[in-house]
């Protein structure tokens, strides 16, 4: 028998770069499986635009995870919250539910890697998954990923409006310290649900936090959050600054660059 084609499939993450490659691929795909692996912590507007990217692609998207979430491996993991040097969130939210629901069957995995970025990260390594990145193969760029976005009428991700730069769950260790204020003032509840995490662990009585070198109490508190916002405004300021002195190329390679702290690349299958 010869052997059985291969699936296709794009997982969503939320973002502007996973949205605009199931557009893109659409047409081209016609049988293409599109999933989200549902944390339960994701924001509001995260699940209000994979309803729009749906209801544009006429076909569902699977949500996966939707029996163990981020509480249960909390809870597996010893009341642990992950960071960029623990990062089981992705592993048991995004990987293995991933690879689960492909099982052993030959997969094509669309990955929407943009031609002007050099990004690498979590993505599956197991033998029957073979990751596609059309965008780099098309030399589809940022602009291009604007334009098909704005094009199809699904438009930017929402929580872009009110400065959140990347998809994920709302208390995303990866976030900086000026998108945790933005959280606050956007959903004061959600960043107090944040907080609640932020306790001592059970086998040494530390205590891990979701932001680098400090409890989001401690950010929260007004002399520290007016620094954070002056900061965040002079590179603001200084980017500016700087545009005029850029070329087009250059202004649309650097408009949803993170303005401050290291990104180490984060969790492509979270991100893209």
């Avoid at 081209?28 to 635009?49: C, H, S, W």
């Avoid at 979590?122 to 998954?129: A, D, E, L």
């Avoid at 945790?180 to 932020?198: F, I, R, T």
């Avoid at 980017?239 to 702290?261: C, G, H, I, K, Q």
Wanted: proline fraction near 7%; include cysteine; aromatic fraction near 12%.
């Amino acid at each position: 028998m010869p052997d059985a084609p291969p699936r296709h499939v794009l997982s969503l993450s939320g973002g502007k770069d996973s949205a605009a490659l199931a557009l893109y691929m659409r047409e081209r795909i016609p049988q293409m499986e599109y999933v989200f692996n549902d944390t339960g912590k994701e924001l509001p507007e995260t699940y209000a635009y994979l309803d729009r990217i749906q209801d544009y692609l006429g076909k569902p998207v699977i949500r996966l995870n939707a029996d163990q979430g981020f509480d249960h491996w909390y809870d597996v993991y010893g009341g642990m919250i992950p960071s960029n040097h623990r990062r089981w969130c992705t592993k048991m939210l995004k990987l293995k539910p991933f690879e689960t629901f492909i099982g052993e069957e030959p997969v094509l995995n669309y990955v929407g890697l943009r031609a002007d970025e050099e990004r690498s990260g979590y993505i599956s390594h197991k033998p029957n998954i073979t990751p596609v990145y059309p965008f780099r193969e098309d030399g589809l760029k940022l602009a291009d990923i604007e334009r098909i976005l704005r094009d199809s009428g699904v438009g930017m991700p929402p929580y872009t409006e009110w400065g959140r730069t990347r998809s994920g769950c709302f208390f995303c260790f990866y976030q900086q310290k000026i998108e945790w204020l933005q959280l606050k003032d956007k959903y004061p509840d959600l960043y107090e649900a944040a907080k609640v995490y932020e306790r001592p662990y059970p086998g040494s009585g530390n205590v891990f936090t979701w932001s680098q070198g400090e409890s989001l109490e401690e950010l929260e508190r007004p002399e520290r959050a007016a620094a954070v916002r002056r900061e965040a405004e002079r590179r603001r300021a200084n980017r500016e600054e700087t545009r005029a002195d850029l070329t087009l190329a250059e202004v649309y390679a650097n408009r949803f660059a993170p303005p401050s702290e290291d990104d180490d690349a984060a969790c492509v299958i979270c991100t893209i």
